[in-house]
């Protein structure tokens, strides 16, 4: 299969016309669900982005952002998550949000601990689950030794001067130990 081309996206967005991102070439969008905060709210674009996005011909998944939230009550936090999704009938694969700089600290120990208090109770409802982070924190920060053994990672990676330009040839691309690449941070 060939590579398939897609954009996630938060409230930071703003409305997006879901069929001009399809019309664009794009076949997939992962849409923040959730706030990392004690009322674990939603994204308030999740409703919007969730329906017109698959309404427009998108394959959907979600991501949920890791935070100090969630390195208290990882299990409140997917608890949380879980509600939402099922009250949206969402089934497909979740990315877990790592770049938080209040977790970088914690140890590898605690970051495993951590993540597999968070994903009991999603994987128990059916969820498939993958990692989302940025080249350092894939070598310097979580344990992808172990990690990378159960979960799929999507690495976040691109040039200073990022224009959203798709170069698969670069030498950020982290093919050989990435499963997706955020190739850009522009639209």
């Known amino acids: 299969m060939g590579e398939i081309h897609g954009i996630d996206v938060?409230?930071?967005?703003?409305?997006?016309?879901?069929?001009?991102?399809?019309?664009?070439?794009?076949?997939?969008?992962?849409?923040?669900?959730?706030?990392?905060?004690?009322?674990?709210?939603?994204?308030?674009?999740?409703?919007?982005?969730?329906?017109?996005?698959?309404?427009?011909?998108?394959?959907?998944?979600?991501?949920?952002?890791?935070?100090?939230?969630?390195?208290?009550?990882?299990?409140g936090q997917a608890t949380a998550l879980l509600t939402k999704l099922k009250a949206a009938g969402y089934e497909g694969t979740i990315w877990m949000d790592h770049e938080n700089s209040k977790l970088k600290n914690i140890g590898k120990v605690a970051t495993n601990n951590m993540i597999a208090r968070y994903v009991a109770p999603l994987k128990a409802a059916g969820y498939e689950l993958g990692i989302y982070c940025n080249r350092d924190w894939y070598i310097n920060v979580l344990d992808t030794s172990n990690l990378k053994k159960v979960y799929p990672f999507w690495i976040a990676r691109f040039p200073s001067n990022d224009t959203g330009t798709y170069n698969a040839s670069s030498s950020l691309n982290p093919k050989s130990y990435g499963d997706a690449w955020q190739f850009s941070s522009k639209g």
């Not at 009322?39 to 674009?45: A, I, R, S, V």
């Open 10 to 75: 938060s409230h930071y967005q703003g409305n997006i016309n879901w069929p001009a991102v399809y019309a664009a070439g794009k076949r997939f969008a992962v849409l923040k669900c959730q706030y990392e905060s004690a009322g674990h709210g939603y994204d308030p674009t999740f409703k919007y982005n969730f329906e017109n996005a698959a309404d427009a011909g998108l394959m959907i998944n979600i991501y949920d952002y890791f935070g100090s939230v969630t390195y208290s009550d990882p299990v």
